[in-house]
């Protein structure tokens, strides 16, 4: 009886040992985890404070821009589209261009930051990358534009240039038909100018180029009559550059409020179509370029 009452203590105590290293291992098991869910509420946590951070001119283009040129140029690479949280949807009646703004949900977007004296810029060209146009569209409803449409029939593709808040855009072309223009006839068979000097409605301007290589710095020089040369959009001028298959989109604006001289960077080989935009005399003109960067 004595032996039993001796190897019952010792069972009590091994019970009660075994159960003591258990909690104190299970306790040990359990912190990290918790650790775990406090950093992924950290994470979340500085994503939405990342979202929320005012919306940038310098977003759309490529990283090298960013780092060189973020408060002049703004666009978009193929690269970027993907990472856009807004959709442009473009509507051609026979009277009148519609631009709807749709968020990933697919709720109109509305809060936008004036862009160089306007909401929102819409670029247009043809498919042959011959017409362009720079138009000003009014704000009809919630993430609603309108504009009229004197495009002749045709073949166009749109850039919708904005700066939504708290939301990532990159420009992307939005291909789009007026009227009936049948078959189409882009060729994709740009030249490049042998000279950069153009003349429009008796006004002349030249261009010089720093560079024409890819992924480096490139300044464009522009030599034209400053004597009735007026802001146009709060700039002394905007740039406009498309590739040839009008797929990559630059808009860039000058370096300083007095001169003439853009910087911008070309990520890719390839042949460049530039529209330059000045107001000389109250009337604003567009001096186009082709180029081929190497």
């Known amino acids: 009886m004595k032996k039993w009452g001796i190897a019952a203590v010792l069972y009590l105590a091994l019970v009660i040992g075994g159960y003591s290293v258990y909690a104190e291992w299970f306790a040990d098991e359990k912190q990290p985890e918790s650790h775990g869910h406090n950093q992924s509420a950290s994470y979340e946590s500085s ?4 979202k ?3 919306h940038d001119e310098s977003q759309g283009h490529s990283d090298h821009a960013e ?4 408060s002049h140029q703004h666009g978009s690479s193929a690269a970027h589209e993907g990472s856009s949280e807004v959709s442009v949807f473009v509507k051609s009646d026979q009277d009148e261009l519609k631009i709807f703004l749709k968020d990933k949900s ?24 011959h017409k362009y146009y720079h138009l000003h569209p009014e704000q009809t ?3 609603e534009f309108t504009i009229g ?5 045709g073949f166009y593709k749109a850039f919708v240039d904005i700066k939504p808040k708290n939301l990532a855009y990159h420009v992307a072309p939005v291909p789009f038909i007026v009227g009936n223009p049948g078959m189409s006839t882009h060729s994709r068979g740009l030249q490049p100018d042998e000279t950069l000097s153009k003349n429009v409605d008796g006004e002349n301007v030249k261009l010089t180029m720093s560079s024409f290589k890819a992924n480096e710095p490139v300044t464009l020089t522009f030599d034209l009559d400053k004597t009735n040369l007026t802001p146009y ?5 905007h740039v406009v550059i498309l590739d040839e298959n009008a797929q990559n989109f630059l808009h860039v604006h000058p370096a300083n409020d007095k001169d003439t001289v853009f910087e911008t960077q070309f990520e890719k080989p390839g042949i460049y179509k530039i529209w ?19």
């Open 276 to 294: 330059a935009e000045f107001k000389q005399n109250g009337k604003v003109r567009a001096f186009s370029f082709v180029v081929e960067i190497k």
């Open 233 to 237: 959009l709060g700039a002394m001028g």
């Open 52 to 54: 929320s951070a005012p």
């Open 149 to 153: 449409n004197n495009l002749p029939d």
């Open 67 to 70: 780092a060189n040129n973020s």
């Open 106 to 129: 697919a709720n109109p977007v509305e809060d936008l930051e004036v862009n160089h004296e306007k909401l929102l810029h819409l670029i247009v060209v043809d498919d042959q990358l």
């Open 141 to 143: 409803g919630k993430g």
């Open 47 to 50: 994503k939405s404070r990342e």
